[in-house]
């Protein structure tokens, strides 16, 4: 057969790139209840839908060839759902999956093709961070900028044409990070870490000792940073979450997301809304059920729910379309948002803008959380960078005023005069630039206390039905 001797030396070579690090390694990951990059892929994507591209990529360093199948990054295009999705997955097996010229090369091409061609991007994280001694001296760390004039830019920086994924699966530091940061949704799995670099490196620089979990485990970016918008208790559910945002998203920013059939029910529990809201305005409640019983099947998909906890983000579907949801959330600072809310929300809106994703605000607030902790947060240079995203923001806006709308946030919300399309007020509703009885002791203060009349000192709010203790509209730290 013609060739025969290319051929087989070919064949040599995929079959070197499929077994990965080796048996050993990949033995040493299973060991660990991980699996590899490869059965990543395979249980992520439709079946049989991978096309790899770089199956022959290795190390440019001298001798590193044999050490190096696919230069640790396994990367092509595959199908969710029968959509195009183009796909980079970490493999921890080769080097600790560590960056270097190739494998960079290679990241970059298949996330610039996504771009171009208009597919998601998903990107499988679990690595070091730069391969040394190949980033070492001037030679290496300029080489890793991709040798062109604008090719690292182009890495590490991000416009939002298309969607993009990042899942946080082991120890991610260096590259996995800088994608996680520039992508739309970052799904953590528990027992994993992300950072800039590793407790090593911390210790041998800073002499700093602490534990990858510590440094950046799900706890530290789902309720601290809010880097990690949902966190998975295992590698099937993380896909599954993945697969779940796709279908919400559309894939790239010149066409509306997907549309779905309405489930069987959705709004039949419409008439008995009224019931979820609790007639004592100083009542605590989910905002959660009231928001369900308007979408289609009661489905939410929250992002960031255990950050900035006093607002809700969530995608959704109404009459089969996707919608995001901007609601305050009651049940926590009586619906105050603060400066981790603010984020939250910023994040959101410009996810919902660059897709295409209607957004509808649901108002029950006593305003923007304040006082000293507040304005070390920079409160008022936030809600001012708020604003502006509402005033860049395309997308049709709808605001539900349900319960009380006080002072800035009322028009953070969606308010009058911020380019809301539609503007409604339930029979419930209370606006005003303070709650009456804050207002009151503002404008009346030297009067109120000559005469004695002041609110008692430490008066007990009753509990609600829950057995809750009930929050009040107003307080110390809740008016705008």
């Known amino acids: 057969m013609p060739f025969e001797k290319e051929l087989e030396e070919l064949k040599r070579r995929k079959e070197k790139a499929l077994q990965m690090g080796g048996p050993e390694k990949i033995k040493r990951q299973h060991e660990k209840g991980k699996l590899t990059a490869r059965e990543r892929i395979a ?19 001298p001798g590193m060839e044999d050490k190096t199948p696919a230069d640790s990054k396994i990367g092509g295009f595959g199908k969710i759902d029968g959509r195009t999705v183009a796909v980079v997955a970490n493999d921890f097996t080769v080097l600790a999956a560590t960056s270097s010229r190739v494998a960079g090369h290679k990241e970059g091409e298949i996330k610039g093709q996504a771009v171009r061609r208009g597919f998601p991007t998903i990107y499988l994280g679990e690595a070091g961070g730069a391969r040394m001694p190949d980033i070492m001296g001037a030679k290496g760390l300029a080489s890793i900028g991709g040798g062109g004039f604008d090719t690292f830019l182009q890495l590490m920086s991000r416009v939002r044409k298309s969607p993009m994924i990042t899942a946080i699966l082991g120890e991610c530091y260096g590259m996995p990070t800088w994608m996680a940061c520039l992508s739309d949704f970052v799904i953590q799995v528990k027992g994993s870490a992300m950072a800039v670099s590793g407790p090593r490196v911390l210790e041998l620089a800073i002499s700093e000792k602490i534990t990858d979990e510590d440094l950046g485990g799900w706890k530290v ?9 949902r966190v998975a208790e295992t590698e099937e559910e993380c896909f599954a979450l993945i697969r779940d945002f796709v279908s919400y998203l559309p894939s790239h920013c010149d066409e509306p997301p997907p549309r779905k059939p309405v489930p069987e029910g959705s709004g039949s529990r419409m008439d008995r809304i009224l019931d979820l809201l609790p007639e004592k305005r100083n009542r605590v409640y989910d905002m959660n059920k009231i928001l369900q019983t308007l979408v289609d099947g009661g489905i939410l998909f929250p992002l960031k729910p255990l950050f900035g906890k006093c607002v809700i983000t969530s995608l959704a579907r109404m009459d089969g379309r996707v919608v995001g949801i901007v609601a305050s959330q009651p049940w926590f600072n009586a619906g105050a948002m603060d400066t981790d809310g603010i984020d939250k929300v910023m994040s959101f809106l410009v996810l919902c803008d660059s897709f295409n994703i209607p957004v509808l605000f649901f108002h029950d607030t006593p305003g923007f959380l304040v006082g000293k902790e507040a304005e070390r947060n920079r409160v008022g240079a936030r809600v001012m960078n708020y604003m502006n995203v509402l005033g860049q923001m395309t997308v049709p806006r709808v605001a539900v005023i349900v319960r009380k709308t006080y002072g800035m946030a009322y028009w953070n919300l969606g308010g009058s005069g911020c380019a809301t399309d539609f503007l409604v007020a339930w029979p419930t509703a209370e606006m005003s630039f303070v709650d009456p009885e804050i207002a009151a002791n503002v404008v009346f203060a030297g009067k109120i206390q000559d005469s004695g009349a002041g609110r008692p000192k430490g008066k007990v709010h009753p509990a609600d039905d829950r057995g809750q203790p009930a929050v009040p509209g107003r307080g110390d730290a809740l008016y705008p």
């Open 221 to 229: 970016h789902a309720q601290v940073t809010g880097n990690s918008d």
């Open 43 to 61: 249980r992520l994507l439709d079946p049989d839908t991978f096309f790899e591209v770089g199956i022959l990529n290795t190390s440019d360093m």
